[in-house]
């Protein structure tokens, strides 16, 4: 256990670099919620607060919250760190718990309208969580601590049943495993009322089944109260939070005419690993039980089934049908490639592209084989090349490391370091969330990582699913670029002794290097050489020093007053930032050590093609023009035949009905989308 605890302090340490012990609670509570969204809760804000007992007002404290998309589901997370451990008695445990009970207290009450500024890092998550205090059906408390809880037998509040305790120590810590978490199993013979009737078919290659049913509502919402988003893990939708708050239309629907819900929605859409049937040979059969069971497409109406339930409409739902269809992958080996399939299409009326940022999907399955592939440039005399590391799903890293450990005489894990970590070191580990920052921050967006690494990765999912990369060994290669100078950026920033927001400088400072030299800071001489260039790290540690105190105050940013830290995470503080620091001094070598040429994603050419058409083609629904004309115009190739054809004609169409026209392939799309943003760039029309 000790060198599990070293392990996790080691991980803190690269996260924050600081003695400070509230900056290394800030950045263990990170830790462990990275860990834990993998498949125990959903996107979460880290909020560091904490407040005194006032008057009747209980004391009141958090680290982080979490608030479900349909605002049904609250997570408050409240941490204790420490680099020795240290155990908790049953009081110590109690003390924390109530602190996080008395934050939802006083924000049910609506605490933060008289009792806290707009700036106060406590005030966002009291006024929503004020705003959802109706429709808040379960609030889980998790304790967060690097420490070991000696009692679980607690006296705590529940809230008359609104509230659930979880105690995430030291152990339960080191006994999880994301990676091979428990799946979802559904007995309907012994724990749902008996077997469900459905037809099946099985396709002509034997690579699937189908099995069409029809559940009782009530069922549905049995199945979601026990398992929550575990059953979600594959909807790329509710992975990117697009499902927005509860369904007014099926809320009505379930309310004034619940007999009619199956013929007016579209019901689930579901994957499984196995199921056991009774069947009678003739393609009817009883569903018996379903193992892995995940919706795929239906998260809402699922979600919406419960809340209404919740809210005391369970007669209603008697009634209620609810279609499903569920896929059931044979082949093992082929589950990681159909069920993203199965997802995307499923959810093709709201467009999900090839870029599913589950931990399976395809961009992170092949970012993890070049990361393997492709081993960094030998430095320092040393001539073993190393490898940076992408841990695809978490606790991939330490899972590798262990199993290639150094052991003693006694079977006992080596304190030297294996051939294994030698040539993987941990500061060379990149998770989906490194992704996500310093993509963020070299297109010019640190607001969006200073969101913090769950939500600047959805931001960054939703940025993909638009327009999807190409994963090869260069993106792959400029990435880690981005990660060294990211890490190069901390390191300068740690040399200074500064105090406090240091992620909002950091991802300041990496953009702001990466706007002024437009995108030209050169990342191959940086890969070359596992290193920052010598006029770079010196400028660096000029900007650290500068960004320093405006983010730090209140008053640093003109014309954007407020706490830096918080304001960090918004567009318009970001830009007025920019204005206000734009003329910073440029160290005159620096640009000598610049590349040619910007550095720039190059994304997958249809994705991009169609991403510019919905861009600009509103541009031209009035263009009275023929496209002949504009051509001439703008002197772009364009289709001779085509040419008398109206410009608005063509403005009117998707990119999807344009995929569509009948001898028009991917040539004469290039040519539209080519001379369309020609025309956008340079006539107002």
């Not at 809230?159 to 105690?167: A, P, R």
């Amino acid at each position: 256990m000790n060198d599990f605890f070293d392990g996790i302090h080691q991980e803190v340490m690269q996260k924050c670099n600081s003695q400070d012990p509230l900056v290394q609670e800030e950045a263990f509570t990170e830790w462990a919620l990275e860990m834990l969204s993998e498949d125990t809760i959903v996107a979460w804000d880290p909020c560091y607060h904490r407040a005194d007992s006032r008057g009747r007002e209980r004391a009141s404290g958090i680290n982080a919250w979490a608030l479900s998309a349909d605002g049904t589901r609250l997570d408050l997370f409240i941490s204790s760190y420490s680099a020795e451990i240290q155990e908790f008695l049953k009081q110590d445990v109690e003390r924390y718990f109530a602190l996080a009970t008395g934050f939802y207290l006083r924000a049910k009450k609506g605490f933060h309208v008289e009792g806290l500024t707009a700036d106060n890092v406590a005030f966002e998550p009291m006024r929503s969580v004020h705003e959802a205090r109706d429709t808040i059906t379960k609030l889980r408390i998790f304790f967060l601590t690097n420490g070991v809880v000696k009692s679980r037998n607690l006296d705590l509040e529940n809230l008359d049943g609104l509230i659930d305790h979880e105690i995430w120590d030291l152990q339960k810590i080191a006994d999880h495993k994301p990676s091979k978490k428990e799946v979802v199993k559904l007995d309907f013979e012994n724990e749902y009322g008996g077997p469900i009737p459905c037809v099946y078919v099985s396709d002509s290659m034997g690579e699937y089944r189908t099995f069409l049913a029809f559940f009782r509502a009530e069922v549905l919402v049995r199945i979601y109260e026990k398992y929550a988003h575990r059953l979600l893990e594959q909807n790329v939708r509710v992975f990117l939070q697009a499902t927005g708050s509860v369904n007014k239309g099926l809320q009505k629907t379930l309310s004034e005419e619940p007999s009619r819900f199956l013929a007016y929605n579209n019901g689930l859409c579901c994957t499984a690993a196995a199921v056991t049937v009774n069947d009678d040979g003739t393609g009817l059969a009883y569903l018996r039980t379903i193992t892995d069971f995940q919706i795929v497409n239906g998260g809402q109406t699922t979600s919406s089934l419960a809340f209404f339930n919740r809210k005391g409409n369970s007669e209603n739902l008697k009634k209620v049908r609810v279609q499903v269809k569920i896929t059931v992958i044979e082949d093992p080996e082929k589950v990681d490639e159909m069920v993203p399939l199965v997802s995307r299409y499923a959810n093709s009326q709201n467009k999900v592209s090839g870029a599913d940022f589950s931990a399976n999907g395809p961009f992170h399955r092949e970012l993890q084989k070049i990361s393997m592939e492709v081993p960094a440039p030998a430095q320092g005399g040393i001539l073993r090349p190393t490898i940076w590391y992408y841990e695809r799903a978490k606790g991939a890293y330490a899972d590798e490391k262990e199993k290639n450990a150094k052991k003693t005489g006694t079977g006992k894990t080596s304190k030297h370091k294996s051939d294994w970590e030698v040539r993987h070191p941990r500061r060379q580990k990149l998770t989906k969330t490194d992704v996500a920052k310093v993509e963020h921050c070299w297109a010019g967006n640190p607001h969006f990582t200073c969101l913090g690494s769950d939500k600047s990765f959805k931001k960054l999912a939703e940025q993909f699913e638009i327009r999807e990369p190409i994963v090869d060994s260069a993106y792959f290669k400029n990435l880690v670029s981005k990660a060294i100078l990211w890490n190069s950026i901390e390191d300068q920033f740690d040399s200074l002794k500064l105090v406090g927001v240091r992620s909002q400088v950091v991802a300041f400072t990496m953009a702001f290097l990466s706007i002024k030299s437009d995108r030209r800071i050169n990342l191959d001489w940086i890969w070359q050489n596992q290193r920052c260039q010598p006029v770079l790290l010196e400028f660096m540690l000029t900007l650290c020093k500068r960004f320093h105190p405006i983010i730090n105050t209140n008053e640093g940013v003109p014309g954007c007053p407020g706490n830096g830290a918080q304001l960090a995470k918004t567009e318009r503080y970001w830009k007025k930032f920019l204005e206000f620091t734009m003329n910073e001094a440029l160290p005159v070598e620096w640009p000598s050590e610049w590349a040619p040429v910007p550095y720039n994603i190059n994304y997958k050419t249809e994705d991009a093609l169609a991403s510019e058409w919905e861009r600009i083609r509103y541009m031209f629904v009035q263009d009275p023009r023929a496209m002949g004309a504009l051509a001439t115009a703008f002197q772009r190739p364009w289709i001779e035949k085509r040419k008398n054809e109206p410009v608005r004609g063509w403005a009117e169409k998707s990119w999807i009905e344009i995929e569509r026209l009948n001898g028009f392939g991917a040539q004469g799309r290039k040519k539209l989308v080519e001379l369309f943003s020609a025309a956008a760039g340079q006539v107002n029309v």
